[in-house]
């Protein structure tokens, strides 16, 4: 095995040059300092994805390297707290992270208390926010995957690029990640906890997971974080066909992570039908050692040796 099961070259992929944006700022930060700007309160000065943030008198101000800019307080009170902006050095404007479709609707969303940002389709979050933050989630996930130094890891819907970078941080050597849609990539390029996946260990490949796992050899990646979205947006995700694919790209004693969620489970009744039909699916093509994570709220599956 190459370091490089797929390059520029390589015939039907695309590869996704992912270029950060700096000048990003929480919704909810704006808000406390404008709201004690205000009330002409001392405010220690906030730094935040190249922005130095405060006031005079009662304005707030952004400070981008020696470029002091004025916030409009017209603008400051229209803002969400749970949205993330883009400061524009030109006036001053901030605009939402944020992607309007005529049948989606995507942003950043970043209450307060989380550990970072989710994406947000249609108002469904892509991450679990309500117990966990999306940076612990993408932990667990990993973990659950056992990923450790040295491995090749397959990373199945990028998002916002979590689970990627996380499994730079546990020690993963190259990192192919794939993910469908264009606009999230772009939302994720606005995300200052994305920016990792500029890392020139992780390839990012767009387009449509089903058709492109083809692409791979056998055998090659030591592996696999697959965390699509609910079985109703994303079938074929879950299919025979899709894990046996999985099964046939992943070396022998290798580790898949499917990330399930829990959806349809009956307290003191076991799993719901999606999590045992995973089960079976995975165990069909010849996975063993199938376990439902509790802590990542997912299927882990290990390839046999023989």
């Known amino acids: 095995m190459t370091d490089y099961p797929v390059n520029e070259d390589t015939p039907s992929i695309e590869?996704?040059?992912?270029?950060?944006?700096?000048?990003?700022?929480?919704?909810?930060?704006?808000?406390?300092?404008?709201?004690?700007?205000?009330?002409?309160?001392?405010?220690?000065?906030?730094?935040?994805?190249?922005?130095?943030?405060?006031?005079?008198?009662?304005?707030?101000?952004?400070?981008?390297?020696?470029?002091?800019?004025r916030i409009n307080a017209d603008i400051v009170n229209?803002?969400?707290?749970?949205?993330?902006?883009?400061l524009s050095p030109k006036d001053g404007s901030l605009y939402p992270v944020e992607v309007r479709l005529s049948?989606?609707?995507?942003?950043?969303?970043?209450?307060?208390?989380?550990?970072?940002?989710?994406?947000?389709?249609?108002?469904?979050?892509?991450?679990?926010?309500s117990d966990i933050g999306?940076?612990?989630?993408?932990?667990?996930?990993?973990?659950?995957?056992?990923?450790?130094?040295?491995?090749?890891?397959?990373d199945i819907c990028t998002g916002l690029g979590y689970t990627a970078i996380t499994s730079l941080e546990f020690g993963a050597k190259q990192v192919y990640t794939i993910e469908v849609s264009r606009e999230v990539l772009a939302i994720a390029e606005f995300n200052p906890w994305s920016a990792r996946?500029?890392?020139?260990?992780?390839?990012i490949m767009l387009?449509?997971?089903?058709?492109?796992?083809?692409?791979?050899?056998?055998?090659?990646?030591?592996?696999?974080?697959?965390?699509?979205?609910?079985?109703?947006?994303?079938?074929?995700?879950?299919?025979?066909?899709?894990?046996?694919?999985l099964y046939r790209v992943l070396r022998p004693g290798g580790v898949l992570f499917h990330y399930t969620g829990e959806p349809l489970r009956s307290r003191g009744h076991g799993h719901g039908p999606v999590v045992r039909g995973v089960i079976q699916r995975l165990?069909?093509?010849?996975?063993?050692?199938?376990?439902?994570?509790?802590?990542a709220q997912g299927v882990v599956a290990v390839k046999p040796r023989y």
């Open 103 to 129: 049948n989606a609707y995507m942003r950043l969303h970043f209450p307060r208390g989380v550990d970072a940002p989710t994406l947000m389709i249609n108002g469904i979050h892509m991450h679990r926010v």
């Open 134 to 154: 999306p940076l612990r989630d993408a932990r667990y996930k990993v973990a659950a995957a056992r990923v450790r130094h040295g491995h090749t890891v397959l």
């Open 197 to 203: 996946l500029a890392d020139n260990r992780v390839k």
């Open 283 to 295: 165990r069909g093509v010849g996975f063993l050692r199938i376990r439902y994570n509790e802590k």
């Open 15 to 69: 590869l996704y040059m992912f270029k950060p944006h700096h000048n990003v700022v929480p919704g909810y930060v704006i808000v406390d300092i404008a709201a004690r700007c205000r009330a002409y309160q001392t405010v220690d000065p906030v730094q935040l994805n190249g922005l130095t943030l405060g006031c005079i008198n009662d304005t707030i101000v952004a400070k981008m390297g020696d470029k002091l800019i």
């Open 207 to 245: 387009g449509d997971a089903s058709k492109l796992i083809e692409f791979f050899p056998d055998s090659v990646f030591d592996r696999i974080v697959h965390d699509p979205p609910r079985f109703s947006i994303a079938g074929e995700l879950y299919s025979s066909d899709f894990y046996r694919e």
């Open 78 to 86: 229209s803002l969400r707290e749970d949205h993330v902006y883009v």
